[in-house]
């Protein structure tokens, strides 16, 4: 069954409000034997108030033993079936740096390299050359004009960027021209289909002008391009859930995921307290509210079990904002586990709670890991938690009559 | 996987007995903050002894978040994928009624509305004509005779009636014809595929004939066609479970459920304890039953709390006249949930619990929400309840070597 086909059949619409907090890589370990996760340890008085209306779950964001990027974990807790809708890496990277990808565009990850006068590589990553060397690198390619296409080139992170081509007839099946070992030149970009034949000739032509521009640089005199790919066709919040959604994030990986099934992302908020006066602002003109808080996840990657901690009280503080805004249904979860202790994104799944007035009480007072395994949702997969959270909104109909 | 068919694929054969106790819509919630549910506020011995030596659980109709109506609500709980096995809109209004649809019908629900004298619809409800003045009416459509195909006509409730056309050919894609509007005519119907233009032009003859039985009706003196549907292609009992199966029904709807699955609707009980006579009665002759008790829900859609309550201890009551059966296997369950304080049905999962001496033990002493919440069938979809009950019935072979 495709539960969100189910779900698109059955909306309603209505005046209620949907709030989604995720707290990004939430679930933890302990990090000693018979010690707290990092939710059990942090002082986290908001969120236990709200443990007594809500009923809580454990969430697998893709399956049980799956461990989520950001990218499917985020599809998943959005409702979509994260191995149904696919974000090629091209177009991941394009979305982490905020660029709104459309249908005509094709993206690629691309790295500078260092090439020897033989034109071979000498190195697959120009040194690692430091992002305030290569930004400058990467914006001086947007000079690289082809007729009949638009060129956007977007910097990432040291040696890194991005490629976008936008115009008509393109697609992403292209092969790598990263040739994965140093002595040999790049490869050229070959199609492998008749419908990305276009897309490799534009490649191949943006290489050749971008070596051009390149000519005399000491580490990044060339480049190699991986993950072709369009911008995957996902429906938008509106067309399944009947939601007029917004995304609230400060890093543009998440507004990017968020624009991705089509949420408009407002505001540019710099910290969590920011987010919500961004929230509190746009209360009346939404539907739903995707609200993005990214340093539990930081923390947890850095191996920082105490941060990890006061990163969650800090979250828990701003419940009460939100909750003033008397949403009817407030879920609270995270994209995935990131427990400090494997300073890693994980498999565990998520302690997720959904307050309402219609939740059937499971009897805890406390949120956590521990709590959510005796809660009333349940261990349950990522895709059910938007009906559930469009069921307690009302705005489901009956299956049937 | 398709559950289903692989338990049609173990299925073996004993003279065990298995009874499914249907409450229907036992579900609840608190009617006030921190109170209990109808389930947990009536008083159940019966129920609560069984607990201890059965499994519980919380099952899903469906999935997380939809509420399910009572035709999908059933067939999930005979093990059928609700949203595989889609009971068409007049199928459901003539199961309703408890007419046996076969294989050569096309089921439609209609409504009588009210023409002016340029043959437009003034009211499309008929006054919302009383049942009294509207049953004779569609009885008199039976005097409609069209060639080569059998007519059937029943009264529904108000202006609703059901026609059903039974001959070969005959296929369920036909247009509506009720324009959902007035001052326009009742659309022709349109077959919207090559095996429907059969039963369109039967419906084109249907409704000449009929105008002119109702020439005169102050009220009644047009009618609308709706929700045409072919009787939907189900897999019997028998043939998925090798079961000789029973339904024990007060009202119509949950007999003609019933007998879509093969069923044979047997007794023509009034009350719980006449449904338990005939239960007792028939013992010896079937493999299963269904024993259906409609007022959980009733008192539910009402929204009396109290009353839900009172037909809970009711239904408990009967529990010892079962049990003296010695069934095998027996499960007491709810096609939904219909807590009261919603006052129709919900998504909440139904408290579910199974007896036999096969269950490991669990440990709960009473049967309630809170107690499945922590029962060793956990939370699980409908369709697996059947292979539960085959396993501790010990009618399933192993799978594989």
Redesign the interface.
């Known amino acids: ?1 495709d ?1 969100q086909q ?2 698109q059949e ?1 909306k309603t619409e209505n005046k209620s409000k949907i709030v989604m907090l995720v707290a990004d890589g939430l679930g933890g370990l302990p990090i000693e034997v018979g010690g707290p996760t990092e939710l059990e340890a942090a002082k986290t008085p908001n969120l236990d108030a709200l443990a007594k ?1 809500g009923v809580q779950g454990l969430m697998n964001p893709i399956a049980p033993g799956i461990t989520p990027g950001s990218g499917p974990g985020h599809l998943g807790l959005f409702g979509y079936e994260p191995v149904k809708y696919l974000i090629g890496r091209g177009a991941l990277e394009a979305t982490g740096v905020g660029f709104k990808l459309g249908p005509k565009d094709v993206a690629v990850r691309c790295n500078f390299c260092t090439l020897d006068a033989a034109g071979n590589i000498t190195d697959r990553r120009a040194g690692r050359i430091a992002s305030e060397e290569s930004a400058p690198l990467a914006i001086k390619l947007r000079e690289v004009k082809i007729p009949g296409v638009e060129i956007f080139v977007e910097p990432v992170k040291e040696h890194r960027f991005v490629v976008i081509f936008r115009g008509e007839g393109l697609a992403g099946s292209v092969a790598d021209t990263d040739p994965q070992k140093t002595g040999v030149p790049p490869l050229d970009p070959v199609a492998h289909d008749e419908h990305s034949k276009r897309t490799a000739e534009i490649a191949k032509q943006f290489v050749a002008q971008a070596q051009k521009l390149l000519i005399g640089q000491p580490k990044a005199n060339g480049l190699t391009m991986r993950g072709f790919s369009a911008a995957p066709v996902i429906p938008s919040y509106e067309e399944v859930y009947g939601l007029k959604a917004a995304a609230i994030a400060v890093y543009p990986m998440y507004k990017g995921l968020a624009q991705l099934v089509g949420m408009e992302v407002i505001g540019q908020p710099t910290t969590l307290s920011e987010e919500i006066d961004v929230l509190e602002k746009a209360w009346k003109d939404y539907d739903f509210f995707f609200v993005h808080f990214k340093y539990t996840d930081s923390r947890g990657e850095d191996g920082n079990f105490p941060e990890k901690v006061r990163m969650i009280e800090q979250f828990d503080a701003i419940v009460p904002r939100v909750m003033a805004l008397k949403p009817m249904v407030l879920i609270v979860t995270g994209d995935h586990s990131t427990p400090a202790r494997l300073a890693s994104h994980s498999w565990h799944p998520v302690p997720t709670l959904l307050v309402s007035e ?1 939740c ?4 805890l007072t406390a949120f956590n890991e521990k709590a959510a395994l ?1 809660g ?5 997969l990522a895709v ?1 938690l ?6 307690h909104a009302e705005r ?6």
């Open positions: 069954m539960i189910l779900v059955l209306h219609t059937r009480p499971d009897g005796q009333g949702l349940g261990q349950f059910y938007m009906p559930l959270a469009l069921a489901l109909g009956k299956f049937g009559a």
